[in-house]
C-alpha cells in the first residue's frame, strides 16, 4: 500500500470518528407511546355494560354490530363509521385524533369498538378502541391512522360521569 493511500485511509477514518456523534436518531417530534385503551371499574359488568352502550348511544354513533354474552361475562358493540365534516376542518380534526402529520389527506373517519369483560373480584374491564382512517383521494381511498387516544379519552370521561365512578388501579 503507497503512503499516499495509507495516508488517505486515516484522513477517511479521522473524519468518521469525527461525524460519528452527530449521526445520532433524533425525533422532531414525541415520540408514539403506546395507548392506554382499557380500565377496571369496581362496578358489575351489568352496569360497565349499559353504561358504555348508553354513551356510546347518547354520541352520535349508531352501533353495527352487539353482542352480550352473560355465561362469559362479556359484550362487545361496534359501530358505524363516523366521517369527520367534510367542511375543511375535518383534516384539522383528523390530526387531533390521529397521527396524520403532513400526509395529504382530504377527509376522514373512524369506527368504535368497545368490549366489556368480567375481571377478578367481580370488577368490569372496559376496552375503547378508535380505528381512524384517512381518505387520499380515489386512487389511494382510505389508509389507516394510528389514534392520539382523544376519542378513547372522550368516551372514559363520559363513561365516569355515567357510572359515577373512576377506575380503579389494576
Request: glycine share 8%.
Amino acid at each position: 500500500m503507497s503512503y499516499l493511500n495509507h495516508t488517505r485511509t486515516r484522513v477517511v477514518a479521522a473524519l468518521m470518528l469525527l461525524a460519528l456523534p452527530a449521526c445520532t436518531v433524533t425525533f422532531r417530534q414525541k415520540p408514539i407511546e403506546p395507548l392506554d385503551t382499557d380500565r377496571n371499574y369496581d362496578t358489575t359488568i351489568q352496569a360497565a355494560w349499559s353504561g358504555i352502550k348508553q354513551v356510546i348511544e347518547d354520541w352520535p354513533y349508531r352501533i353495527s354490530e352487539e353482542s352480550f354474552d352473560a355465561e362469559n361475562n362479556a359484550g362487545m358493540i361496534i359501530t358505524d363509521y363516523w366521517v369527520l365534516p367534510d367542511l375543511g376542518e375535518d383534516v384539522d380534526r383528523l390530526k387531533e385524533v390521529a397521527y396524520a402529520q403532513g400526509a395529504p389527506f382530504i377527509g376522514g373517519r373512524y369506527t368504535l369498538t368497545a368490549t366489556v369483560r368480567e375481571i377478578r373480584g367481580g370488577h368490569a374491564k372496559v376496552k375503547v378502541v378508535a380505528r381512524i382512517e384517512g381518505y387520499m383521494g380515489e386512487e389511494y381511498g382510505y389508509q389507516v391512522l394510528r389514534s392520539t387516544g382523544l376519542i378513547e379519552e372522550t368516551i372514559f370521561n363520559r363513561l365516569n360521569e355515567t357510572l359515577g365512578t373512576v377506575p380503579v388501579e389494576d
